[in-house]
């Protein structure tokens, strides 16, 4: 037998915020968290950059959430990781320490700072391996499961919730707790500055004067489930279906076509028994580079999806690497479950080759169904639809 | 539905087999750059993109390549519905390195495009994607071992949700001189063959055990 799969739970940790109503809020009020960065610390020259309070998430951990006995280290984005899965947890009654529940995590890059050799003696050189990072989560939650690790560049997110999705309806758990995140590093920034895709600005998703992307750092979490009475909101959304594909064009930039996007799309509508026309919203990639958002109004035109209300959320977060499918599904849920149509941050004059509707100001609309993208290095891309029961 | 192993190749200690059968092996024991750039050279294979690529994206690629050779995929299956989904345990550990070396010093600060844009462990389906011009289901996962339940599992759920009609999936690992891979191609079945190897984890977890077996993969990982 087949079973539903039903979203909900959801807890972001980014610029914006530790749980879904303050960044809701933040969304709301139009506020972004794209600041310029002097620190030095991510980079030789001041940038844009979306970065999480880590004094507030080292007292939030400390207060409430450490290991003493026997002690436990664990590095900042296993903190980030603990705290937005503990948020979830509150809004969910699913038991996960039980074996009915798998922990999907998804990251580009994990512990990626424990390069640095000062980092790694404090922590160990294996923690840098992703699975290591995996067993320190499921361990924390004394979750009896091997985590499901994805790591497929700026799509992981969504093809975690996509797995997911698949392992509950297949009737393999009965609750998946899905969590992407990934840390600000000197690593991702150098090397995005490399592919000289990195905006001096708050980047413009869309628009006619986009010229890059702003970097970000966060955290989300989902819970799916087969039972609708696991979560303490009423009436969680359902996840329909999703697919991801390749371009099989090129690793670093995206189809000009955008044919592999449209073929993860198409294949997402096939599994959730969805067509074009019952969409509400979207929730895209936008990046804010000149190559990816083309790519994407050109998908989307030929999926039939022209005048479906579209956001990217990369004007809020910025990019937040496998972070970025999970924060954004979070936003979405919200905007459906509240009605609202939230604004696409730094969107003003059409910059598209393709009349696709971007959301140009927040305001109420009955929201029932919505479609979410991911693209990424490597040619990949992803799609899931959501729907209200 | 049934799923079949139609063909299987392995990569380890300087040898490949094809089917449990050696196909190629490389005298020299002078480590896994040298190996992939003989092994190249024995199959005649003409990309020069691939000499662009990191250690692990070679493999990859290379073990891809092993395992389509002579195979015209494309015409027996449509190309998105032809899927890629490998697993792997040190991600792209080795590029990561070199990345991070090259940013170590501000004084001396260097990141490259062309090492970064393989810091990620699906470049390698990327790669193989593009050689083979399959669109389909792309995904890398990681796992500490070759894991046959959960590379099973997802292959058969992407099946299950009938976007698949072609799977090339297992295990690719590197990290310098320690490397391994393990690819099968699954399709369904459609002749019910009693010498077709059915596609399941104690399969998956027998042929894992005879490449060890026969030292074509050896054990030390």
Not at chain 1, 218 to 232: H, K, N, R, V, Y
Request: aromatic content about 10%; glycine content about 8%.
């Amino acid at each position: 037998m087949m079973a539903d799969v039903y979203a909900g739970a959801e807890n972001i940790i980014s610029s914006l915020g530790f749980n879904i109503a303050e960044n809701i809020a933040n969304i709301f009020a139009g506020n972004t968290g794209i600041v310029r960065d002097e620190s030095g610390k991510y980079s030789p020259i001041p940038l844009p950059l979306s970065v999480v309070d880590h004094n507030r998430l080292d007292e939030l951990f400390a207060e409430n959430l450490s290991r003493e006995n026997p002690p436990v280290r664990y590095t900042m984005l296993e903190k980030m990781f603990i705290i937005s899965i503990k948020d979830a947890l509150r809004q969910n009654y699913i038991e996960i320490n039980s074996s009915d529940t798998l922990i999907i995590i998804s990251s580009t890059k994990g512990n990626i700072d424990l390069l640095q050799p000062e980092q790694q003696k404090k922590f160990g050189r294996k923690r840098i391996y992703l699975h290591e990072l995996g067993r320190m989560i499921a361990g924390y939650f004394n979750n009896p499961n091997t985590p499901l690790i994805v790591s497929n560049a700026c799509i992981s997110g969504v093809l975690g919730i996509v797995y997911g999705e698949r392992l509950i309806k297949s009737g393999k758990y009965k609750h998946v707790i899905v969590c992407g995140g990934d840390l600000m590093s000197e690593f991702i920034v150098s090397g995005f500055q490399s592919f000289q895709s990195l905006s001096m600005n708050p980047c413009k998703p869309f628009d006619k004067t986009r010229d890059g992307l702003n970097l970000g750092e966060g955290c989300g979490t989902l819970i799916l489930s087969s039972d609708p009475g696991a979560f303490a909101e009423k009436n969680p959304v359902k996840v329909l279906g999703g697919a991801g594909s390749n371009d099989a064009n090129h690793i670093s930039g995206p189809s000009r076509t955008g044919e592999g996007l449209y073929i993860a799309i198409d294949h997402a509508f096939r599994t959730s028994d969805i067509h074009a026309a019952q969409l509400d919203t979207i929730s895209v990639h936008g990046t804010a580079t000149d190559y990816n958002d083309e790519m994407e109004s050109r998908a989307l035109s030929r999926a039939g999806l022209e005048k479906v209300p579209v956001n990217s959320y990369k004007g809020y977060f910025g990019h937040t690497l496998g972070a970025a499918g999970v924060i954004e599904t979070a936003i979405s849920l919200q905007s459906m479950k509240k009605n609202m149509l939230f604004r696409s941050a730094g969107y003003s004059k059409h910059g598209v080759s393709k009349n696709i509707n971007v959301i140009s100001k927040t305001e109420e609309k009955e929201i029932n169904t919505c479609l979410k993208t991911a693209s990424g290095f490597g040619g990949s891309n992803a799609a899931l639809v959501f729907q209200k029961e | 539905m049934a799923l079949i192993i139609r063909k299987y190749c392995a990569i380890r200690d300087a040898r490949i087999s094809v089917d449990g059968k050696a196909v190629f092996s490389y005298e020299g024991q002078d480590g896994f750059k040298k190996f992939i750039r003989a092994a190249y050279k024995h199959y005649q294979t003409d990309y020069p993109k691939f000499f662009k690529m990191d250690n692990l994206s070679k493999l990859g690629f290379f073990s891809v390549e092993v395992l389509l050779k002579g195979e015209d995929i494309l015409k027996l299956h449509p190309a998105e519905k032809t899927g890629i989904i490998l697993t792997n345990a040190s991600s792209s550990l080795e590029i990561d390195e070199k990345h991070f070396e090259s940013i170590k010093d501000r004084g001396h600060y260097f990141p490259s495009p062309s090492n970064f844009v393989y810091t990620l462990p699906n470049i390698m389906a990327g790669e193989a994607a593009i050689r083979h011009k399959i669109k389909g289901e792309n995904t890398v996962l990681i796992s500490e071992h070759f894991d046959p339940e959960l590379v099973f599992c997802l292959v058969e759920l992407a099946f299950k949700s009938k976007l698949l009609s072609s799977c090339i999936c297992g295990w690719v690992e590197q990290y310098e001189n320690n490397y391994e891979s393990l690819l099968f191609l699954v399709e369904k079945d459609k002749n019910n063959s009693a010498e077709d190897i059915i596609f399941e984890p104690s399969n998956l977890t027998n042929i894992y055990k005879l490449e060890q077996k026969d030292g074509r993969i050896n054990t030390k990982a």
